[in-house]
Protein backbone atom coordinates (compact mmCIF):
# COMPACT_ATOMS: atom_id res chain seq x y z
CA UNK A 1 0.00 0.00 0.00
CA UNK A 2 1.46 3.46 -0.65
CA UNK A 3 2.17 5.70 2.13
CA UNK A 4 -0.40 8.36 0.97
CA UNK A 5 -3.07 5.48 1.02
CA UNK A 6 -2.43 4.11 4.09
CA UNK A 7 -2.21 7.94 5.99
CA UNK A 8 -5.47 8.73 4.32
CA UNK A 9 -7.13 6.02 6.03
CA UNK A 10 -5.16 6.66 9.22
CA UNK A 11 -6.89 9.91 9.07
CA UNK A 12 -9.93 9.17 7.89
CA UNK A 13 -10.45 6.58 10.86
CA UNK A 14 -8.95 9.46 13.07
CA UNK A 15 -12.11 12.21 12.36
CA UNK A 16 -14.50 9.39 11.96
CA UNK A 17 -14.02 7.63 15.36
CA UNK A 18 -13.06 8.51 18.94
CA UNK A 19 -11.37 5.52 19.39
CA UNK A 20 -8.61 6.25 17.19
CA UNK A 21 -7.71 9.37 18.54
CA UNK A 22 -4.77 9.36 21.06
CA UNK A 23 -5.58 9.64 24.81
CA UNK A 24 -4.26 10.36 28.09
CA UNK A 25 -5.02 8.53 30.99
CA UNK A 26 -5.17 9.14 34.54
CA UNK A 27 -1.96 9.23 35.28
CA UNK A 28 -0.64 11.25 32.15
CA UNK A 29 0.49 8.57 30.14
CA UNK A 30 -0.15 9.06 26.57
CA UNK A 31 -2.28 6.12 24.86
CA UNK A 32 -2.08 4.41 21.43
CA UNK A 33 -1.90 6.43 18.72
CA UNK A 34 -4.36 5.94 15.38
CA UNK A 35 -1.05 5.55 13.68
CA UNK A 36 -0.38 2.43 15.65
CA UNK A 37 -3.80 0.87 16.17
CA UNK A 38 -4.05 1.14 12.36
CA UNK A 39 -1.09 -0.18 11.61
CA UNK A 40 -1.77 -3.64 13.93
CA UNK A 41 -5.07 -3.80 12.31
CA UNK A 42 -3.12 -3.87 8.62
CA UNK A 43 -0.55 -6.45 10.25
CA UNK A 44 -3.39 -8.93 11.03
CA UNK A 45 -5.30 -8.62 7.38
CA UNK A 46 -2.38 -8.07 5.12
CA UNK A 47 0.07 -10.74 6.75
CA UNK A 48 -2.70 -13.07 8.52
CA UNK A 49 -1.05 -12.53 11.55
CA UNK A 50 -2.39 -14.15 14.79
CA UNK A 51 -3.74 -11.44 17.42
CA UNK A 52 -1.60 -12.35 19.97
CA UNK A 53 1.36 -11.91 17.49
CA UNK A 54 1.48 -7.97 16.72
CA UNK A 55 1.83 -8.39 20.81
CA UNK A 56 5.68 -8.52 20.32
CA UNK A 57 6.05 -5.76 17.60
CA UNK A 58 3.57 -2.73 19.59
CA UNK A 59 3.19 -3.80 22.70
CA UNK A 60 -0.71 -4.16 22.48
CA UNK A 61 -2.77 -6.60 24.54
CA UNK A 62 -4.67 -8.92 22.57
CA UNK A 63 -8.53 -7.34 23.91
CA UNK A 64 -7.22 -4.30 22.67
CA UNK A 65 -6.06 -5.39 19.32
CA UNK A 66 -9.26 -7.41 18.72
CA UNK A 67 -11.26 -4.04 19.80
CA UNK A 68 -9.22 -2.58 17.86
CA UNK A 69 -10.09 -4.74 14.68
CA UNK A 70 -13.12 -4.26 15.27
CA UNK A 71 -13.45 -0.85 15.45
CA UNK A 72 -11.18 -0.75 12.75
CA UNK A 73 -13.98 -2.91 10.16
CA UNK A 74 -16.80 -0.85 11.21
CA UNK A 75 -14.97 2.43 10.66
CA UNK A 76 -14.03 1.53 7.26
CA UNK A 77 -17.35 0.36 6.54
CA UNK A 78 -19.14 3.03 7.34
CA UNK A 79 -16.36 5.83 6.10
CA UNK A 80 -15.36 3.79 2.66
CA UNK A 81 -18.27 1.83 1.89
CA UNK A 82 -20.53 3.59 -0.46
CA UNK A 83 -17.43 4.53 -2.09
CA UNK A 84 -15.49 1.06 -2.31
CA UNK A 85 -18.04 -1.76 -1.37
CA UNK A 86 -20.28 -1.73 -4.13
CA UNK A 87 -23.26 -4.59 -4.12
CA UNK A 88 -22.02 -7.71 -5.77
CA UNK A 89 -23.12 -7.97 -9.19
CA UNK A 90 -24.58 -11.22 -11.31
CA UNK A 91 -20.43 -11.68 -12.72
CA UNK A 92 -19.32 -11.40 -9.26
CA UNK A 93 -22.16 -13.74 -7.67
CA UNK A 94 -21.48 -15.94 -10.62
CA UNK A 95 -17.91 -16.47 -9.86
CA UNK A 96 -18.20 -16.82 -6.06
CA UNK A 97 -20.43 -19.89 -6.81
CA UNK A 98 -17.85 -21.19 -9.41
CA UNK A 99 -15.40 -20.89 -6.76
CA UNK A 100 -17.47 -22.73 -4.24
CA UNK A 101 -17.95 -19.69 -2.18
CA UNK A 102 -22.28 -19.25 -1.28
Same mark, same amino acid.
Given at each position: ? &????????????D?????? &???????R????SS??????????????????????YI????T??????????????????????G???N???GR? &??????
Open positions: M &QRHVFLRVVEALNHDEYF &QMRVDATRKGLLQKCIVAFCIFAYGSFVDSVDERIVEIVVECLQRFVSSICAIFGDEYLRPNENTL &QQMGVT
